[in-house]
């Protein structure tokens, strides 16, 4: 992925709690990255992904309408969108999860939560260099 400024940088955040997506979008805005979207579920996502293409996805995991699972196994995400990196957030610790999640290339990283936003900023900065 070619350097961008953090400005131009698009991330996608997929949480259906609205505090969380509140806070996680201000934090990423506090730390350069102003370029955030975010919605509800997994289905909206792909809504977003059919007009918008991401550098990055911030992706909960259980999600009402379409989870973060369901969304990875969507034949737009295998076909269209697999070169877009992935970042599970979860609040379980299940070790089914993470073994899970460990079968979609495009995922590079799993975070559980309370979310570890200065990991967050590593990632964005890696991804971002």
């Not at 509140?22 to 990423?28: C, E, G, P, V």
């Not at 379980?92 to 979310?115: Q, T």
Request: proline share 4%; glycine share 2%; charged share 25%.
């Amino acid at each position: 992925m070619e350097n961008q400024t953090s400005s131009v940088f698009k991330i996608l955040l997929v949480e259906d709690d609205e505090i969380t997506n509140y806070i996680t979008t201000t934090k990423l805005k506090n730390i350069g990255f102003e370029n955030v979207d975010a919605v509800l579920n997994g289905e909206l996502a792909l809504e977003y992904l059919a007009k918008e293409q991401p550098n990055l996805i911030f992706l909960d995991v259980n999600m009402p309408v379409m989870d973060g699972f369901e969304f990875l196994d969507s034949t737009e995400v295998q076909n269209q969108y697999s070169d877009i990196p992935i970042v599970l957030l979860t609040s379980s610790s299940r070790p089914k999860d993470k073994e899970m999640a460990s079968r979609y290339s495009n995922v590079i990283e799993y975070l559980e939560k309370p979310l570890n936003y200065e990991k967050m900023k590593k990632i964005l900065l890696a991804i971002n260099k």
